[in-house]
């Protein structure tokens, strides 16, 4: 029996009239205003220009969200309601981090052609973001947790989380408390994003060096968590289908800050030092005096 537990809202929205606000929307719209404000501050400091995160954010996010949608879509279909609005219901939940993410990047490179960046501002634009995209990552979740959605097994300790009869899975309707990845991502996102402001601060990291590190860290805690979550989830050797995206992400990372950090996969030239003097290199006649030039 589980004698302390965090309790579930009642409800996942409230009414104002007729309209019912659902509160996954609502932190959705702080998870882009928390981006925008990290992102813009250190835009800034890195001697960009700040009306620039305004712009990402007006292409990125409805990009992440048709590129988030996409991948639940394709991935999950089982789970789209049953109505000629279902693909449509993203106040309900499903949206894939990895589509989004997609979506995201999809919507970037369309702002950089249209402000014609350089390759090495765009590069230095990704550093910047990768922490504000965590703190997003992060609110974002809390919108799960009104939704009584993204939990794991169920548990006894006590900061398990109550999940109404409703809301549970299929074969788990006896357990009460679950535990609460939503909130194990919250503090893992903030952790993380904590440390690439550390990272970049005390380390001189190459961009996209620090954006790498993002994609290759959110995707090493997902690996965990989809070894947790119960909810319904395609399986591909026994393992949910996003425990072996997350594996190849993560991969896909690390590789990526290696290759950027110390340019694995480069072949490098190290130029000829110059000659002071001795023989000639090799296949080439020594230079003539010039007339009237004294020789020393």
Known sequence: ???????????????????????????????????????????????????????????????????????????????????????????????????????????????????????????????????????AQSIGRIGNYFNQELFGKPTTLPWGLKIDPAHRPAGFEQYAAFQPTFLYEIIWNLSLAAFLVWLGHHRKIKPPGLFALYVAGYSAFRIFEETVRIDYSVRVLGMRLNFWVATLVCIAGLTWFAAVQWGLGRRRRDPEPPRTGGRPPAGRAPAKPRAGARER
């Not at 959705?28 to 620039?52: C, E, H, M, N, S």
Request: charged content about 10%; hydrophobic content about 50%; overall charge positive.
């Open 1 to 135: 029996m589980t004698f302390a537990y965090i309790p579930s809202p009642s409800s996942n929205g409230f009414s104002i009239g007729p309209l019912f606000v659902h509160a996954y929307g609502i932190a959705y719209v702080f998870a882009v205003t928390g981006a925008i404000i990290v992102t813009r501050r250190r835009w800034a400091k890195a001697g960009g220009d700040p009306d620039l995160v305004y712009e990402a954010a007006l292409w990125g996010f409805p990009a992440g969200l048709i590129g988030g949608r996409i991948y639940f879509l394709i991935t999950t279909p089982s789970q789209i309601p049953d109505h000629w609005w279902g693909p449509l219901a993203i106040w309900k939940g499903g949206l894939g981090i990895w589509g989004g993410i997609v979506g995201g990047v999809v919507g970037g490179i369309l702002l950089c052609l249209r402000r014609h960046l350089s390759k090495a501002d765009i590069l230095r634009f990704m550093d910047a973001l990768a922490p504000g995209l965590l703190v």
